[in-house]
């Protein structure tokens, strides 16, 4: 398989690093890390999202109807990773809204996914709760339904950007007799509803904070608290207690992108980068075989990662089945993360320690804020021994084990 860029893919990455150089400014980058720590939006970053949406460059790739480009995946990949690597913003529709384009009614289709790209509906994912982080079968938040409404009682915990978001693409249990992945459903819940509250969650990456660039660097995730919370009939996203089946679709579709590679992958650039530097410290570290055997060993694994996205991307693009792609990536992608970071901390050695502020930090930083955020990846968005159980099943076809 060839995954090389054509010459028209090349010239819209220059395209892109164009816009980028031009529009992503001082006081662009400024507003945008101040939303992102839910202080609001200011104007330069509206007007700057105004700009990409004109271009339909949120979602290249999607449909036209639905106020995306009707362009191909790869070159979607191309945009985000541009604007991932400049400005650490992830494009696409967002969480939900992939999922809402293939299971979704006619109506939601059109209430959420067109206002998801213009950035003006902003979804998080309400998976995860206390006892049950990384085993979602487990879930215990409960919708029951009540005449036309779902009445929500439950909790959710590590709901990133909830403080940003306006709605929250929300897994509950429905069937309350139901056990394991039965009985659950998935809704699209308003944040703004009565007896909804979020409570902030700050990270290690809060004090001092992340520098750009850091895998994992969000200084903060939340709890969300459901009481008595009201929805009508209409929030169910496909069908009551197939929600299972929506979520997993949803998440195998969210773990392919740009930004998926590049948090596994940006790291090994970074230390590569700066031994190459005409620092004090590579200069004394680059020519030792160790250090550049491993460094190698890394690089040849970073690459493997690249080709099981571009892999994942030409499947997708051509519309064949796409069932296990994303999970064999969720188990490479991580374990490789943790591996290069380990490997990058032992050739720093006590530099590998020293975070942003600190006089003597290497590169801000960053290699040692990459060390408290790396293990993390190997569980986020469902743990890899989960991972490695959806491929035995959807991809080699085993049965399901004994309990």
Known sequence: MNFSFTSEEKELRTTVQNFLAEHYTDQVRAEYVAGRKGEGWGKAI???????????????SWPVEYGGGGGTRTAQFIIEEEFFRTAGIQLGGGTGAPAILAFGTQDQKEEFVPPSIRREIIFCQGYSEPGCGTDLAGIRCRAQLIGDKYVINGQKIFTTNAQNATHIFLMVRTDPSSTRHRGLSILLVPMN??????????????????????????????????????????????????????ARRGLNLDRVGAWRYLISVMRDEDIVNWLKSDDPLPLLLKDDPDVRNKIAEIWVEAEVCRLMTMRSISIEQRNENFSYEGSAEKVFAPEHSVRSTEAISQILGPYAQLMQGSPAAVEKGIFAHNLLGAFQSTVNHGSVQVMRDQIARNGLGLPRPKR
């Open 46 to 60: 509206r007007e700057f999202y105004a700009k990409v949406n004109e271009r339909r460059w949120f979602a290249w």
């Open 193 to 246: 509803l009565p007896g909804l509250a979020v409570r902030p969650l700050w990270t290690i990456q809060n004090n001092p904070p992340a520098p750009f660039g850091t895998t994992y660097g969000e200084e903060r995730t939340n709890e969300v608290f459901f009481e008595n919370v009201e929805v009508p009939v209409s929030s169910l996203l496909g069908e009551e207690g197939g929600g299972w089946e929506v």
